[in-house]
């Protein structure tokens, strides 16, 4: 079975949610399962929003949009008025953001 973003991650989140033990360090796995998670909706919501493209133009090809960003996605979304999709992806994204991008001292 060849690896898939959206199937394969939120798996993996799946699995992390379930894990932890003593010598697990929990910054890490919360890091590492928001990371994993936003990445399986995100590819879950660009794949959807590209077999809907190409239903509605059977000679689409994602490779030739230009600007294929997180950002550029969620807006998609906003603009086909699928406005609970795009503030989701847009929360998510920001939780990801600053969960791992934020130092925790201790």
């Not at 199937?7 to 003593?22: K, M, P, V």
């Not at 990371?35 to 077999?51: I, K, M, N, V």
């Not at 550029?72 to 791992?100: F, H, M, P, Q, S």
Request: proline residues 3%.
């Amino acid at each position: 079975m060849s690896f898939s973003f959206a199937r394969d991650y939120l798996a993996l989140t799946r699995e992390f949610i379930g894990a932890g033990n003593e010598q697990t360090n929990p910054e890490a796995l919360a890091r590492t399962t928001i990371s994993r998670a936003y990445y399986a909706a995100f590819h879950s919501a660009q794949d959807r929003l590209f077999a809907l493209m190409r239903d509605l133009d059977p000679y689409f090809n994602p490779r030739h949009i230009q600007d294929q960003s997180h950002e550029r996605i969620w807006k998609c979304y906003a603009g086909a008025k699928l406005t609970t999709v795009a503030e989701l992806g847009r929360r998510l994204k920001d939780r990801r953001r600053r969960l791992t991008t934020t130092r925790v001292h201790r």
